[in-house]
């Protein structure tokens, strides 16, 4: 089965560091792009960044770059989510999601992680 | 990058059609016939229900459809069903530097 299992739920201070995982198995992790999506409560979609674990090649929204560091390590097929100092802002469920190498659509999402952020 | 710009709620009753509009710029939805559409219920992860604005991945009913003209691309749900409540979101590519850009998200209700 195609799946991306992501890491579970975290709550941290303001100023922490955190980095969140995004499992791929079923599939050859190295030919697919990886995205990140933010959604914050009760709000939207907000597309953060994609990676592709094959050279790690990736792009930041204007948004979220120098925020958040996107990383993969092809070897565990696995990608990564970062923040070198949390804001409350961060609080949010974040999900990472596939796309073909060759299209422009995520066509699996994983199940999400949940960020709290809270002093 | 500006959020595609979606009605905030759409609304109909079982059997009725309704569509969706997804509105951005010469940038993003003009520029491409690369604009998707996902459905999210409350608590789930979204899921792709329409890409390259008309097509269905494998499993997706086909009361489902998309189309673009210029800047505005579309959803329509036809035979809307009470399962189809959730929010729905498009998303068009907007280049190799900035790829991506979402809609800000319409929520359907079935009465």
């Known amino acids: 089965e195609v799946q991306l299992v992501q890491s579970g739920a975290e709550v941290k201070k303001p100023g922490e560091s955190l980095k969140i995982s995004c499992k791929g198995s079923g599939y050859s992790f190295t030919s697919y792009w990886i995205g990140w999506v933010r959604q914050m409560p009760g709000k939207g979609l907000e597309w953060m960044g994609i990676i592709y674990p094959g050279d790690s090649d990736t792009r930041y929204s204007p948004s979220f770059q120098g925020q958040v560091t996107i990383s993969a390590d092809k070897s565990i097929s696995t990608a990564y989510l970062q923040w070198s100092s949390l804001k409350a802002s961060d609080t949010a469920m974040y999900y990472c999601?596939?796309?073909?190498?060759?299209?422009?659509?995520?066509?699996?999402w994983g199940q999400g992680t949940m960020v709290t952020v809270s002093s | 990058q500006s959020a595609l710009t979606q009605p905030a709620s759409v609304s109909g009753s079982p059997g009725q059609s309704i569509t969706i509009s997804c509105t951005g710029t010469s940038s993003d939805v003009g520029s491409y016939n690369l604009v998707s559409w996902y459905q999210q219920h409350p608590g789930k992860a979204p899921k792709l229900m329409i890409y390259e604005v008309s097509k269905r991945p494998s499993g997706v009913s086909n009361r489902f459809s998309g189309s673009k003209s210029g800047n505005t691309a579309s959803l329509t749900i036809s035979g809307l069903q009470a399962e189809d409540e959730a929010d729905y979101y498009c998303?068009?590519?907007?280049?190799?530097?900035?790829?991506?850009?979402f809609g800000t998200g319409t929520k359907v209700t079935v009465l």
């Open positions: 999601a596939r796309r073909p190498a060759g299209g422009f659509s995520f066509d699996i």
């Open positions: 998303c068009s590519y907007a280049g190799s530097s900035t790829p991506y850009v």
